[in-house]
């Protein structure tokens, strides 16, 4: 008879991660949790769906590490140190194989982040995971969309546009060019296999970023949500877009640049700052593409000249 639904949770779940402000973790009917005191608890919470948001037959591994990585990447756009998580698993069967790896994958970025799993469910169903991570900020100093304002540098992270890329390679959606490169293939696919989050970033922009958003819908889409929700414009230019060396060398230039602005799946940060704390970026890994505007018009150029370009991000009700 195969394990049943608590003693899978005993096995893989139970000791992931070890903190002092847990008075109780898994194993009861919830978790008992002591925030410390002059910090606000942020939370965040998304759901992984095979075929939506990552391909059937995805590694068991990566599935455990994006759970948890796009999770990791909303507290770090708020600005917050992420403490504990909470996981919802839904399982088509109890394979015990395809468990060890997803929860060697989540385990390894919990622990790499200090944070808790104290809790969860687990449940039959086609395969579904919901992770929340709760965290911390400083009372007052989270950063939120709304706060740009005209002039701002508009910043971003990383290199937007890997990720989309490696799922196109994943999905078989993009022609490679002859003796393409095995390493730069590689690192596209672990971009979207293995999202890095931009933790240690994130908890850097407070009171310097005016506003921030993580990249999971696309650059452009994303960038709109946050000027929409300080009502104001941004201008992105897009030979400003920091292309990675293997992007380009797989995709091409044109095609980098689409990557790049309509692709998700990235989980970097794009951020605004004044220029006035521009200096506070020093040793950031961070990009200046543009200005926040004026009006509410999102502009998109190379150069001087204004191009044609679709702002909207992912939607799953859209599609």
């Known amino acids: 008879m195969p394990p049943g639904e608590f003693a899978l949770i005993d096995r893989y779940f139970r000791d992931i991660g070890a903190r002092r402000d847990v008075r109780v973790g898994v194993g009861d009917d919830g978790a008992v949790l002591a925030p410390p005191a002059g910090q606000e608890l942020v939370a965040v919470v998304d759901t992984l769906v095979e075929g939506v948001h990552f ?10 590490h994006r759970a948890l990585a796009v999770n990791l990447s909303d507290i770090a756009a708020m600005g917050a140190a992420p403490a504990w998580a909470l996981l919802a698993l839904t399982l088509p069967r109890a ?14 970025l919990a622990r790499a982040h200090d944070l808790q799993l104290v809790g969860g469910d687990m449940t039959a169903g086609p395969l579904t995971v919901t992770v929340q991570v709760l965290g911390f900020a400083p ?34 959606r993009l022609r490679t060019p ?8 590689e690192v596209l696919r672990r971009r979207f296999l293995y999202p890095t989050p931009r933790s240690t970033a994130g908890p850097r922009l407070r009171g310097v970023a005016s506003a921030c958003i993580d990249i999971s819908d696309g650059l452009a889409g994303d960038l709109t949500k946050l000027a929409r929700a300080s009502d104001c414009g941004v201008r992105v ?7 990675s060396a293997p992007l380009i060398a797989i995709a091409g230039r044109a095609a980098a640049e689409h990557f790049a602005l309509t692709g998700g799946d990235d989980y ?11 200096a506070a970026l020093a ?11 004026e009006g509410r018009d999102i502009t998109v150029c190379r150069g001087d000249s204004v191009i044609e370009f679709s702002h909207s991000g992912f939607d799953h009700f859209a599609r």
């Open 139 to 172: 009372r007052g100093e989270a950063l939120l969309r709304g706060g740009a304002r005209p002039g701002d540098l508009v910043c971003v992270t990383g290199t937007p546009g890997d990720a989309a890329c490696g799922l196109a390679l994943l999905q078989g």
């Open 178 to 185: 002859a003796m393409a490169d095995e390493a730069a293939l």
């Open 95 to 108: 394979d015990e194989r395809w468990l060890e790896a997803f929860a060697a994958g989540f385990a390894a």
């Open 55 to 64: 391909p059937a037959g995805s590694p068991a591994n990566s599935i455990g």
């Open 283 to 293: 040793g950031l890994a961070c990009t200046a593409i543009g200005r926040v505007t």
């Open 268 to 278: 970097e940060l794009c951020f605004t700052v004044p220029a006035a704390r521009a």
């Open 237 to 243: 230019d897009v030979t400003q877009l920091p292309l």
